[in-house]
């Protein structure tokens, strides 16, 4: 079985919420909607106080190159247009909306039908629907997916790779859509596929869901002849791009550069579901299946929840044992963030809300590095993590920068398996950051 | 719900920590304990604890007095020195001079440089190596191993006091080899040598029990193979070029990998974290210098024994193996699949 060569590690997969069914969440009283939950510049609202909006009338546009669209995910009246705070802790511009009933904007198809036919054939025309509907990549980075499937001129692209890793402890919700639309996913995959203009498809799945590979090699044989489904080694950081592209091609994307230098894009499954929807659905990009879990949660769930739900009315409703909760974090534990409070709204890359037990919560105290090199062996990116970090310390800039510090996934692999408990990921975060300040200084000079 | 706590990622941390692994040193040394106790009885028991427990003292005056800094016995690396370090010596050395060596092993070679994980050489070896130059001749006599031990069974707690006191001594097959050439070790029994049945320090008699430990310590994760592979390899390889050359001038291999401290050396003292390279590439280089300076020392130099200074010898070169010996990089070069 396929996996990468270099580095990983393997925490128990604590799949709890892996049997519940997705089920459709309530809509929220108020719902907050960020206008930077994309990678790129943040979008520029479109309506203004006291609009009244429905479900999938866009909201925002984005103009920038790397920006996406957002459409109101309720009907009601637009409140006000400010700031609310995101996962970062940060307050980031915001359009708060008061609800008011359910009013679907009808351009939408509501119906279940499942469209086998492709609409549209034009690979353009596919593009440009992608980002009118403002897909973007829901794997936790949100990245505008129009602008992944826009070769630069001089490039081609040999593979589609479909990332349904999900390589994140504790997260299920790419999971539940692999198993619960899975033929959807399988249209969607094909509908990139003639986007990117290649022959075939790698649909990328972790052996830790055997059901969900047995249901798609199965779809697969029957009507998707031009989509492989490929089962992976359970290892972390899998879902990783340039991981996941040296597992299923061999190809090893480069220092700095992009997985389409090697001829490949990757796109999340959950996302080529979404494509599925705005392509033969006419649907937007509004609600997200979202896994709540963790080890206070007594009944861990999926739910399909629409962008600027509160994290915590989706806490309310998984009957956890909150005295005992110490931390929230959004996303999975290897790269999640820590809320500061759970006001913060569900966006596009909210792939799961995660409430660890108090005991779990508090970092064990750290010690003298003892040089044991198991954060060498355990980066997929082949760098020092003890060096560097000790370097950032000593705020050694230059040699930071020549000891490959942008190359850092930001994983937390290192600091998983340092026996001193070492708080390596916050060094790396550090050094990064002012390393690529110092790298965007020069190029401005 | 109280406060939410906030930190970076990651949220979950891997199930080592460095008392877990000092724990998992001393459960692999239990063999080579055991078979010291069976073989010097009363000496044995004696040696290890002075050793362990003055090592214990030493790190925590110094940390609470000197450094003042966390309480630090609790990483167990104190009782890994102290074990080591009583391994390393012979079952008849006074009382004081293990207090000594425990001194030298914590303070100048651990404390001085800042605690566990910034020290340059094996804190252990710097001891046994303090010793052995200070006081040659305790530290080269020999208690005969099995018959002390049969003493002890046999004649109780006054067979143990004679044992360690009226010290029947014996030499060590390399002091043989030392003294009167490869005539003087013909015909050696080389599975009583696998076994333990030979004069040396406590615990480095037995490279059956040595290989059990490090057999667990690969299992556990603790010590990757690539050093002590190396380090015997190459000990073997060399001494065994030697051997071809000139087999009445020199030992053969066998001899030359189960005598000594080179079992031991090489699966217990060569592989400290602290003190060894970081990546394969670098192990195994690492590896190779101890086997080859090991068997130099031995064969040319005026000590029967080279496996102590051949560490401590590749320790001073890990920063520069490290420098030398990177990992691979993810992406370095493009291949095309």
């Given amino acids: ?445 | 719900m109280s406060l939410l706590k906030v930190s970076g990622s990651p949220h979950i941390h891997g199930d080592q920590s460095v008392s877990k692994i000092m724990k998992y040193v001393c459960l692999a040394l239990l063999p080579a304990v055991a078979v010291a106790v069976y073989c010097y009885g009363f000496g044995a028991i004696k040696v290890l604890s002075i050793s362990i427990a003055s090592c214990l003292f030493f790190e925590w005056v110094i940390q609470k007095y000197f450094l003042k800094g966390a309480f630090s016995l609790n990483d167990y690396s104190a009782v890994v020195t102290g074990l080591l370090l009583g391994l390393n010596l012979p079952a008849s050395l006074p009382w004081y001079m293990i207090v000594l060596g425990a001194f030298f092993a914590i303070t100048i070679a651990k404390m001085v440089f800042g605690g566990l994980g910034n020290n340059i050489f094996n804190p252990a070896l710097v001891g046994r190596v303090f010793l052995l130059v200070s006081f040659p001749v305790q530290m080269t006599m020999w208690t005969k191993p099995v018959e002390s031990a049969r003493l002890w069974f046999f004649n109780g707690f006054h067979g143990m006091e004679k044992a360690t006191v009226d010290a029947i001594t014996g030499p060590t097959p390399l002091g043989l080899l030392k003294e009167g050439g490869v005539a003087a070790v013909q015909g050696s029994n080389y599975m009583d040598y696998f076994l333990g049945v030979m004069g040396g320090s406590i615990g480095e008699i037995s490279a059956l029990a040595i290989l059990l430990g490090g057999l667990f310590l690969i299992w556990r994760k603790v010590i990757s193979w690539h050093i002590p592979v190396s380090f015997i390899l190459t000990a073997f390889v060399f001494s065994g070029i030697l051997w071809l050359i000139d087999p009445t001038r020199f030992a053969d291999p066998v001899f030359h990998i189960l005598t000594g401290g080179l079992m031991l050396g090489a699966v217990f003292m060569a592989t400290d974290m602290v003190t060894s390279p970081m990546t394969k590439g670098g192990m195994l280089i690492f590896g190779a210098g101890c086997g080859l300076l090991t068997i130099l020392i031995r064969t040319f130099g005026a000590y029967p024994e080279g496996v102590s200074f051949a560490i401590l010898i590749m320790n001073a070169f890990v920063p520069l193996i490290n420098r030398g010996f990177k990992p691979v990089r993810f992406g370095k070069e493009v291949r095309r699949g």
């Fill in chain 1, 1 to 445: 079985m396929k996996t990468f060569k270099l580095g990983g590690v393997h925490p128990n997969d604590n799949k709890l919420s892996r049997d519940a069914k997705i089920e459709v969440f309530a809509v929220p009283q108020v719902a907050y909607v960020s206008m930077a939950q994309h990678l790129g510049a943040p979008a520029k609202p479109v309506v203004a106080q006291g609009d009244k909006v429905k479900v999938g009338d866009m909201i925002a546009v984005g103009e920038a190159f790397i920006s996406a669209n957002i459409h109101s995910p309720v009907s009601g009246t637009v409140d006000k247009i400010d700031e609310w705070i995101d996962a970062s802790g940060y307050k980031t511009p915001a359009i708060i909306i008061k609800v008011e009933g359910d009013e679907w904007n009808e351009s939408i198809d509501r119906s279940p039908d499942i469209i086998k036919d492709i609409r549209l054939t034009d690979p353009k025309d596919i593009i440009a629907k992608i980002k009118e509907m403002g897909v973007v990549g829901l794997g936790g980075a949100a990245f505008p997916t129009h602008v992944k499937f826009m070769i630069p001129e001089g490039k081609k692209a040999d593979y589609l790779i479909i990332n349904a890793v999900e390589c994140e402890p504790y997260l299920t919700a790419d999971h539940r859509v692999l198993l619960e639309h899975g033929e959807k996913l399988l249209i969607g995959t094909r509908i990139l596929r003639i986007a990117l203009g290649v022959d075939k498809a790698y649909i990328g799945i972790e052996n830790n869901k055997p059901d969900a590979i047995a249901h798609l090699t199965e779809l697969a044989a029957k009507d998707f002849k031009d989509i492989e489904i490929v089962p992976l080694k359970m290892k972390y950081p899998q879902g990783a791009e340039k991981q996941l592209i040296k597992a299923i091609t061999g190809r090893e994307v480069p220092s700095g550069k992009l997985p389409i230098d090697v001829g490949c894009v990757v796109n999340n499954s959950g996302s080529t579901y979404s494509v599925y929807e705005a392509v033969q659905k006419n649907k937007p990009l509004f609600e997200r299946v979202v896994t709540v879990t963790g080890k206070t949660v007594k009944k861990p769930s999926n739910f399909l929840v629409r962008v600027g739900t509160p994290i915590k009315e989706l806490i309310a409703a998984v009957d956890a044992d909150l005295e005992h909760t110490g931390k929230i974090v959004s996303g999975g534990p290897m790269m999640g963030k820590a809320l500061v409070n759970t006001d913060v709204p569900v966006v596009k890359g909210t792939s799961g809300v995660l409430l660890f037990h108090e005991m779990e919560s508090c970092r064990p105290a750290s010690h003298n590095c003892i040089r044991c090199g198991k954060c060498v062996e355990a980066c997929p990116m082949g760098l020092e993590p003890f060096f560097l970090s000790a370097a950032i310390d000593k705020e050694l800039w230059d040699r930071v920068e020549a000891h490959h510090i942008m190359d850092c996934l930001e994983c937390g692999c290192c600091q998983f398996t340092c026996p001193s408990n070492r708080p390596l990921v916050d060094y790396l975060r550090t050094g990064k950051k002012v390393v690529g300040q110092m790298i965007r200084n020069r190029a401005k000079k």
